[in-house]
């Protein structure tokens, strides 16, 4: 949705980096979520934020960290400590009293 | 944890066909929501039901909420190739993807 920017679109990683993904939004919604997508396992929850400076782990939230020091911006960090981190990730935004989930574009992340 | 159950992953039909995609939960449901991810794209959503037995149509498309609020369906009549894509369900208050049923219709 274009109230949601996610960047790069694709980022390659290098063996024991760490790499971040940038998730900014411009439609003043409380909640944020990082998903991670594998080909035919639809969406697993990593983080998920529903206030600033707030922030909660999802189901796979191992290798991964996040920040949420602003409303607009819940950057997700992949660190060296996730091996298997070849995925597609999608940040989505809800806002207050709305039930439906807006993605972003998403970011395919490699491994080098 | 709360599971959601999608079948089949895979759909491939004649362009006229109709597709229907089941959502399966072990569990009582609050509600359920649809999306649909093009290829190449990202989720859109489609749809949320809420009440037991609730049955909502968007033009071809028929999702129904099954009395025990423990499966939900998608129904597209006739198909067309603008309705490639992956359809995921998504259930309950922290909204439990279901793996998803991947469309392809040939012409």
């Known amino acids: 949705d274009g109230g949601i920017t996610q960047s790069p679109k694709y980022l390659f990683r290098k063996e024991g980096q760490n790499v971040t993904l940038s998730c900014e939004q411009n439609?003043?919604?409380?909640?944020m979520y990082w998903y991670r997508q594998d080909p035919g396992q639809g969406l697993r929850l990593i983080y998920y934020?529903?206030?600033?400076?707030?922030?909660q782990k999802g189901d796979i939230a191992e290798g991964y960290s996040v920040s949420r020091e602003k409303k607009e911006s819940f950057p997700l960090t992949v660190t060296s400590a996730q091996k298997n981190p070849t995925a597609f990730y999608l940040c989505a935004t809800k806002g207050q009293g709305d039930e439906k989930l807006f993605f972003g574009s998403g970011t395919q992340l490699s491994v080098l | 944890g709360q599971q959601v159950m999608q079948i089949p992953q895979y759909q491939h039909v004649q362009e006229g066909e109709d597709f229907t995609t089941y959502c399966n939960s072990s569990t009582t449901l609050s509600n359920i929501q649809w999306y649909k991810q093009r290829p190449g794209g990202h989720p859109v959503f489609l749809i949320q039901l809420v009440k037991s037995g609730e049955v909502k149509k968007q033009k071809r498309l028929t999702f129904q909420f099954g009395e025990a609020k423990k499966n939900s369906s998608l129904h597209i009549t006739a198909t067309q190739t603008t309705d490639v894509g992956t359809y995921f369900c998504?259930?309950?208050?922290?909204?439990?993807f279901g793996q998803g049923t991947e469309l392809s219709v040939k012409p």
């Open positions: 439609l003043n919604h409380d909640a």
């Open positions: 998504a259930a309950g208050g922290k909204l439990i």
């Open positions: 934020s529903q206030i600033v400076n707030d922030f």
